[in-house]
């Protein structure tokens, strides 16, 4: 298990990328959370065991449809110990 900070920024926000976020997060058992950021970029931070974590690091390279993700900056940070995946406001 491993907690990462993952800060996604270009066309991500109004394109559903927070829900989008939380559903892969939740089909990969990853627990965390996601938020919009007021210079218009994406704050998430995941939690989960390596192999799923990898492939939502690279489900937020790409992230949903109408999404255009420009820069994908990952840091690698203490556990907290999520209980689930959170949309925050």
């Known amino acids: ?16 990328f927070r829900a989008s976020a939380k559903e892969e997060a939740n ?3 990853i627990s965390g959370i996601v938020k919009n950021e007021v210079d218009g970029s994406v ?13 939502f690091i690279q489900w937020c390279k790409v992230g949903p449809r109408n999404a255009q993700v420009s820069s994908c900056i990952v840091e ?4 907290l110990g999520y209980g689930d995946f959170q949309i925050v406001r």
């Open 1 to 16: 298990m491993k907690r990462t900070i993952i800060r996604v920024s270009g066309k991500v926000q109004g394109v559903y």
């Open 27 to 29: 089909r990969l058992g």
């Open 43 to 55: 704050y998430i931070e995941a939690e989960g065991p390596d192999p799923a974590l990898e492939r």
């Open 76 to 79: 690698s940070v203490e556990l």
